[in-house]
């Protein structure tokens, strides 16, 4: 079965750093589509980042500059690198794998994780 | 920019009635890259629906998907108690890639 497990979140201060992890079991985090989507309070899901299976990576331009998404294939993980923080950052963080079905080229985000937390307030 | 503009934001309705719930795209897109997602409270989205039309796996046949264009529906034909949520439409945009959710529709007991 496939399962993500998200950690890493916390409280930080504005202009901190933190890095989550997001650990995969059940497939190969190399050879998929994997992407991170958060949830300020409240609010509705919003896109923050992507890679591909090629390893090319793609960011929201709410983040572009300041996250940095990569791969560890020892250890079948992902991680986001988030630097200077700020506080519209808080929210849930989920990974998710993504599906693309090459037969008819659907793309949908199948498998996800439950989510960390991350509170960036002083 | 596609836009996706999700309504009504908020449905009530009781359970074992019909529900309908638009996502609307501000330019045509391909429906092979529209999903929905229903998200519990305290929970992780779920998939439902992905390609506009084709159920997941494990998803009930109360769930149906269609449109195309720039108009989508996600049509839930008997509400159960686990589907007083929130639900989502999301598109994949291929230049320069990227996700895109709706608002979401919260649909709840009335």
């Known amino acids: 079965d496939v399962q993500l497990v998200e950690s890493g979140g916390g409280l930080i201060q504005p202009g901190g750093s933190l890095r989550l992890s997001c650990a995969a079991s059940?497939?190969?985090?190399?050879?998929?589509?994997m992407t991170w989507v958060r949830q300020a309070p409240g609010q509705g899901l919003e896109w923050v980042s992507m890679?591909?299976?090629?390893?090319?990576?793609y960011y929201a331009d709410s983040v572009k500059g300041r996250f940095s998404l990569s791969r560890d294939k020892s250890t079948n993980a992902l991680s986001l690198q988030m630097n200077s923080l700020r506080p519209d950052d808080t929210g849930v963080y989920f990974c998710?794998?993504?599906?693309?079905?090459?037969?008819?080229?659907?793309?949908?985000?199948?498998?996800w994780g439950r989510g960390t937390l991350v509170t960036v307030s002083s | 920019e596609i836009v996706l503009t999700q309504s009504p934001g908020t449905l009530a309705l009781s359970p074992g009635e019909r529900a309908t719930l638009s996502c609307r795209a501000s330019?045509?897109?391909?429906?092979?890259?529209l999903a929905w997602y229903r998200q519990k409270p305290g929970q992780a989205p779920r998939l439902l629906i992905y390609?506009?039309?084709s159920r997941a796996a494990g998803i009930p046949d109360r769930f149906s998907g269609s449109g195309s264009g720039t108009d989508f529906t996600l049509t839930i034909s008997r509400l159960e108690p686990e589907d007083f949520a929130v639900f989502y439409c999301?598109?994949?945009?291929?230049?320069?890639?990227?996700?895109?959710f709706g608002g979401g529709t919260k649909v709840e007991i009335k």
């Open positions: 330019q045509s897109v391909n429906s092979n890259y």
């Open positions: 998710a794998r993504v599906v693309v079905r090459l037969r008819d080229l659907t793309f949908s985000l199948d498998d």
């Open positions: 999301q598109l994949y945009v291929t230049s320069p890639p990227r996700l895109t």
């Open positions: 890679i591909f299976s090629g390893g090319d990576t």
């Open positions: 059940g497939f190969t985090v190399n050879t998929n589509y």
């Open positions: 390609a506009a039309s």
